[in-house]
């Protein structure tokens, strides 16, 4: 199964990193931050980003992006 980290789905989604923060009520430096190391990510903040992403969990990588693909 492929996986893409939060950054990917973001970018396929065309938004920016302020539009995520606005939906998800958050600032962009928390979008940025979880971008870079999604293994903390609150399952709260998850599940709006993937309702944002249109992306199904099994299809994200939730790590440190460095560590992904």
Excluded: W
């Excluded at 870079?36 to 199904?56: H, R």
Aim: hydrophobic content about 45%; some cysteine; charged content about 25%.
């Amino acid at each position: 199964m492929f996986q893409i980290t939060l950054r990917m789905a973001r970018e396929l989604s065309k938004l920016s990193l302020g539009e995520v923060a606005e939906y998800c009520g958050v600032s962009t430096k928390n979008i940025d931050d979880m971008e870079i190391n999604a293994s903390e990510i609150p399952y709260t903040l998850l599940l709006k980003m993937i309702d944002l992403y249109m992306v199904d969990v099994d299809h994200l990588y939730l790590g440190a992006e460095f560590d992904c693909c």
